[in-house]
């Protein structure tokens, strides 16, 4: 890589942040592009169905939906039970008709995040139909009559599997053969060739499992709506008498006053205008310290006031909170499948059929050539279609995947899409913007030096009160040395070299080498204190008026957890990059301090670009979302630091980083190696039981209530295990953990 990155050209820059760059023209991590809208005049419907739970649904509704002509294209995701919708004009009730056909209740997302009440189902049915199902065994067990083992057996099955029967039917009148069908095909069948008790007994241990899946389907879901339920729903808001009142946050407008108590959650983003505190932002940023909050600061919703109380002012209405962006983003990114579940999707479509091939083969072929007993291969073919489905395999995928990503929200890392949690663990190299990002980005005076018979006091005096006057960061952090000033007077900016002004009658410049030789002023001597400054990373400022006064050293300073997070970086064999655009002893020395090899000073944004191109294949840039777009844009994966401080850089990045922390980012790397983990688990088990269980079939082996446990066991299994990642106790930061 380092011949790569040698030859590209570096052009002097004084500050790599000293101006915007425009915002990126197209953004990688963004979430899925919208759905293609046919002629142009379509729109896009968000539909709420409340059934939708698995793949089986969205099975039925793709064929459904597929076949009309006003549908231009379809956007599943099952773990928020939303289906949205392209499509002409006009279509939207056509279109809730076939979707309620299927047996679907329907309801248009108005985006108002109004949660739908789950309808409780009665238990005692399924009760009922375990107790019959167990009295048929006994029945047969003890030899009793035919008849009375025949009736307990439908009797359990008609109490608890109708709504199977219902949804088998449908599936197979609208030609698709998922899990309720090839279920029902399968009971009714055992009915058929008198297997009464192990019919029952397999519809009640189905009915059970689905139950079971679906409660565990449900703690996913639960895992991003649960996020939007810290944030408080009233605040006390001041009235326009002045007193305060408790108001509910949805009717909170922009710019009232809200008062927080010490132990109160935040309910709106806000600026603290009077009082200060310590809050806990670990629900936004997953910083585990509490920040200090003061006149001026910003506090976000969901946070807690942890010891004074405050009063700030509403910058974001509650739909348009961080928090809220934050959901959006997570929910958004469920929609971008990770390569695993495109694989897996594939597979799916070729599974189901081949094997249902093959169960009709086993029925059939064996009694018809082979002299084998009809009855003894229907039932082993009967067996097999209960494996047929591909549930396990298809819904471990995005259980996972959406578990992933709510831990990672929960640690103050916003992931935009599957394909970034998965891909993330193939980080080889990443490169790193030097300021606001390795440092704090704000320089500090480090030193200063009277090179004439001026006291020092005096220059400094006059040099602070020089660099009151510009905005440059290296004036301000000279300027910060003193609390008062002298009065300048004739001020001039110096283009890219200083600034100039009148004090009390003399004229006095500040700047950098370049003014100094201008002025001719410049020595060898100078130069010899300047270059040894330079080399220790440091900005070097000149004060002169008709000869050398002073001189002033400014740094940056690095961020506490800088020499942590690329130690850790290393430590997972990422090769770690520095670019920056201020000058390239500073950069070595900042990139020597921290154990990087490899650093870049003197660069534009245009020539970050040309480095990051020039990297091997995985890599990824860390920046501040805005000013390094067209790099962030470049890179496999684009990180943004601070994000809960830039409202853009959500939308600006493949992966948000919160706060300020770098080690974020080994902790990400680390998530995705654990879901990656977690996928490759789950496929696995899939597969090797479901071969398992054909293999024993054939064999004369498997049963019917082997093939419920083989296929709605092993579902329950993958959907426990994609929760793992919700689990604290998954990984920690130095080392990843299998649990």
Known sequence: MASSLSGVRTVSNCCNHSSPAKPRYRVVGSPPPPLPQGDGAGVLSKIYIQQMDCPTEEGLIRKKLGAMAEVSGLQFNLLQRVLTVSHSQEALPAILAAIAELGFTPRVDDGSKAVVAEVAKPWWPLALAGVLAVGAEVCDWLAMPVWLTAVLAIAAVLVCGLITYKKGWIAVSNGDLNINALMSIAVTGALLIGQWPEAAMVMVLFTLAELIEAKSLGRARNAISGLLQLAPERATVQQANGSWQEQAAADIALGSVLRVRPGERIALDGEVIAGQSF??????????????????????????????SFEYRVTAAAGNTMLARIIHAVEAAQGVRAPTQRFVDRFSKIYTPVVCLLALAVAVIPPLFMG????????????????????????????TIVSGLARAARLGILIKGGVYLEEGRKLKSLALDKTGTLTFGKPVQTDLA?????????????????????????????????????????????????ISGQIEGTSYAMGNHRLIEELGLCSHALEAQLQVLEKQGKSVVVLASDRVLALFAVADTLRPNSREAIAQLQALGVETIVLSGDNEHTVAAIASDLGIAQAHGNLLPEDKLRLVEGMAASSGMVGDGINDAPALARADIGFAMGAAGTDTAIETADVALMDDDLRKIPEFIRLSQATHRILVQNITLALLVKALFLGLTLAGHGTLWMAVFADMGVSLLVVLNGLRLLRKDLFFRGDAVDS
């Not at 509490?290 to 946070?303: L, N, Q």
């Not at 009277?450 to 009151?468: F, K, M, N, R, Y």
């Open 279 to 308: 809050v806990n932002q670990a629900a936004i940023t997953g910083e585990s310290l509490p920040v200090e909050k003061k006149i001026g600061d910003t506090v976000f919703a969901s946070t807690i006031n942890e010891t004074g």
């Open 372 to 399: 084998g007993a009809w009855l003894e291969w229907i039932y082993r073919a009967l067996a097999m279609l209960v494996i047929a489905c591909p549930c396990a395999l298809v819904i471990s995928t995005p259980v």
């Open 450 to 498: 009277a090179l004439a018979d001026v006291p020092l006091e005096v220059c400094q005096h006059i040099a602070a009160s020089l660099g009151a006057r510009s905005d440059h960061p290296v004036s301000k952090a000279i300027a910060a040395q003193s609390k008062d000033y002298l009065e300048v007077s004739d001020v001039k900016a110096l283009l890219g070299r200083g």
